[in-house]
């Protein structure tokens, strides 16, 4: 089993930065992928950023692309987003995610087995 717990949400202006943290306990041992999602309510859960642990390849959704930077910690076992340039259409719940298995797409939700429970981040005009 893998616990993730996420931290670092809040409310921010337009403009503003945030960084979101995703540790990770348990069994993590042989985490082929992580990644952050979003939703808002009435709407699917999206691809944020990927992230494949061994080759350390990265991807983005093109709306976040040059804002937002997905990385890890090995040593904390930490996953981090770090958010810049934040606009309104950013505000949503941010979940982190891990697959122990190839995903079909890191952006998929139906491809990772482990989540957290979310933390909110909401940006003003």
């Known amino acids: 089993q893998v616990q993730l717990v996420e931290s670092g949400g809040g409310s921010v202006q337009a403009g503003g930065s945030l960084r979101l943290s995703c540790v990770a306990s348990?069994?993590?041992?042989?985490?082929?992928?992580m990644a952050w999602f979003r939703q808002v309510p009435g709407k699917e859960r999206e691809g944020v950023a990927g992230?494949?642990?061994?080759?350390?390849?990265?991807d983005y959704a093109d709306s976040v692309k040059g804002r937002f930077t997905i990385s890890q910690d090995n040593a904390k076992n930490t996953l981090y987003l770090q958010m810049n340039s934040l606009k309104p259409d950013d505000t949503a719940m941010y979940y982190c995610?891990?697959?122990?298995?190839?995903?079909?797409?890191?952006?998929?939700?139906?491809?990772?087995?482990?989540w957290g429970q979310g933390t909110q981040v909401t940006v003003s005009s």
């Open positions: 995610a891990a697959a122990q298995s190839p995903p079909w797409s890191w952006s998929r939700p139906g491809d990772f087995g482990y």
């Open positions: 348990g069994y993590t041992a042989n985490m082929f992928c």
């Open positions: 992230l494949y642990t061994g080759s350390g390849n990265k």
